[in-house]
């Protein structure tokens, strides 16, 4: 299923850009976040392909959320982000993807995240690896992706480029951290996946659309998302007792899990 869903994904990444093209309006939606026609073209074609695909297996699409359609979780469901990084495409500078998992057991077993503006496509499964495809004109072969065993002594942390906060400052302080970049949406899993940062610790709020295809492709590239507690993310959330239905809590998605741990303490 993972080359159909890598195939969906090009099909929504169209009309993503379709919409890019243009001179687009923005809406703002209940929760204050902003949508545009972007966003619901891609999901269309994704909740059509879907049904296609897989008949009977629920789907938690962001759009649809959002207009009140918000299905209970079961043992086997998709998550849908038909646009993540809607700050990204409204300021054009490329860094949004279309991002689509399967969760099986609470697990993300199968993901697929592409960026439709910069070419690139990650792709992965439980148990057989991930890679990373350039798109163009072609779409490429897959390239094996895996995450970087690191120098502790020197991580490369990424973070949210338009999420900024105190607390990912203080965690990143206790850290020997030799680099810090910025990117946007679903690209910063990615990145780890492929090898090209070691840390990505995200305070604040995101949901389980956002996360989940990046989480699976990241874990099929040997890395990880833990919680604050160093348990593994878990999805299909939808009864919270305290905040929105597939809200994630606070989160660090890593290469290398001793990158977790604070420097020592300096003798001194």
Avoid at 36 to 61: C, K, M, Y
Wanted: glycine share 12%; hydrophobic share 45%.
């Amino acid at each position: 299923m993972l080359a159909d869903l890598e195939h969906l994904a090009l099909a929504a990444g169209r009309e993503v850009l379709a919409v890019y093209g243009t001179d687009f309006t923005v809406e703002q939606k209940a929760d204050a976040s902003s949508v545009t026609q972007a966003d619901t073209r891609a999901e269309a074609v994704i909740l059509d392909g879907l049904a296609r695909l897989a008949p009977g297996v629920p789907v938690v699409a962001e759009e649809q959320v959002a207009a009140g359609h918000c299905p209970r979780a079961t043992p086997l469901f998709f998550l849908v982000d038909p646009l993540d990084g809607t700050r990204e495409f409204v300021s054009r500078n490329g860094e949004f993807t279309v991002n689509i998992a399967l969760i099986e057991d609470s697990i993300p077993v199968l993901g697929v995240v592409y960026a439709p503006a910069l070419g690139i496509l990650y792709a992965g499964a439980a148990g057989h690896g991930a890679h990373k495809r350039t798109v163009g004109d072609e779409l490429g072969a897959p390239q094996r992706i895996g995450v970087n065993t690191c120098d502790v002594s020197g991580v490369r942390a990424i973070a949210s480029r338009s999420h900024a906060d105190g607390q990912t400052g203080a965690w990143l302080d206790a850290r020997p951290i030799a680099s810090l970049c910025s990117a946007g949406s679903s690209l910063k899993f990615g990145l780890l996946a492929e090898g090209a940062a070691d840390v990505y610790p995200r305070f604040g709020r995101t949901m389980e659309w956002d996360t989940a295809a990046g989480d699976a492709v990241l874990r099929a590239a040997g890395g990880g998302v833990v919680t604050l507690d160093g348990a593994p993310l878990r999805y299909g959330k939808d009864a919270p007792q305290d905040d929105a239905p597939y809200a994630n809590p606070f989160f660090i998605a890593f290469g290398d899990r001793r990158v977790l741990d604070p420097a020592p303490a300096r003798a001194g």
